[in-house]
């Protein structure tokens, strides 16, 4: 067993055993999707701090943009003097430009994990299974007798929305809503756009402008694609993935507010 096993994988599914039972004793209906839905909620607020300096991170250098675009007006021709001033900049403000990507960095191993256990358990079928598992619990309290059932709600968590037409078109309301899920997340990850776009003497949008375009347009690009990518997934892992959406959207708006997305929320509910 790799590193990667014993360290991640491997603790993550005993944990998802250990709620599935206790659930399963209790006789609590899709006691596997609720076990998901538990255990993402779990690692996601062990994984909280993390992403609060990330947020933070974020929020600091979005605070420092005004700064940074008049030292570009002011030094842009002179490279050199340039990047002194920002450097001179981040350490007047204690912001390290790269601090928002380690806390990601620190993450993604988790996540990866949690997508491996998750995709084996709802795709689970046969003795074979079983034994395999068995193998990796600490316990023999954790063992199954049997594969877990996938049933939640209406469908099993097995099936894919690509199915609709054995399972129903319900089915495909997953796709959607996960997809408005990452718009909402990513509306909230982008800072409010400014009311007047700068632009240069000759009447061409500078650097930065680009980038806000190619930015909003990943707005929209991005949920489009994970709803696509859902559309194929068993719904375990949506199940999974909108729980984790869902989570990171009320940390971003307890952190550091709704972003652009305020501009679609009543005055009251602005932050």
């Given amino acids: 067993m790799n590193p990667f096993d014993i360290f991640l994988t491997t603790p993550i599914l ?16 899709g006691t596997l999707g609720l076990s998901i839905i538990i255990l993402t909620a779990i690692i996601r607020f062990a ?3 993390l992403t609060s300096s990330q947020l933070k991170s974020t929020q600091k250098m979005a605070a420092l943009k005004p700064h940074l675009d008049r030292i570009k007006t002011e030094h842009g021709h002179d490279k050199v003097r340039h990047q002194e001033e920002v450097t001179k900049l981040y350490k007047e403000h204690g912001v390290n430009p ?8 620190l ?6 994990a949690l997508y491996n256990v998750l995709n084996k358990v709802v795709t689970a079928n046969g003795d074979d299974f079983v034994k395999t598992i068995n193998s990796q619990l600490y316990s023999p309290v954790l063992h199954l007798d049997k594969a877990p059932s996938t049933s939640f709600l209406t469908y099993g968590l097995h099936n ?4 609709w037409q054995q399972v129903g078109m319900l089915i495909l309301l997953v796709p959607l809503l996960t997809g408005a899920f990452q718009f909402i997340q990513s509306k909230m990850i982008v800072a409010p756009a400014p009311k007047t776009a700068v632009k ?3 009447g061409k949008e500078g650097m930065e402008d680009t980038m806000a375009q190619v930015s909003s347009q990943m707005t929209f690009l991005m949920p489009a694609m994970i709803a ?19 989570i990171g959207i009320i940390q971003q708006y307890v952190i ?16």
């Fill in 160 to 163: 894919k929305p690509s199915e």
């Fill in 256 to 271: 550091s507010g709704a972003g652009a997305l305020n501009q679609y929320l009543p005055k009251k509910w602005q932050k």
């Fill in 107 to 112: 993450q993604l191993p988790v996540f990866f």
């Fill in 200 to 202: 240069k003497a000759d």
């Fill in 47 to 49: 994984l909280w701090p």
């Fill in 228 to 246: 696509f990518f859902s559309y194929g997934f068993p719904l375990g892992l949506s199940l999974y993935w909108n729980t984790f959406t869902i």
């Fill in 98 to 105: 790269l601090a928002g990507c380690l806390p990601l960095l």
């Fill in 14 to 29: 005993n944990l998802l055993i250990a709620i599935y039972k206790i659930l399963a004793s209790a006789n609590i209906p």
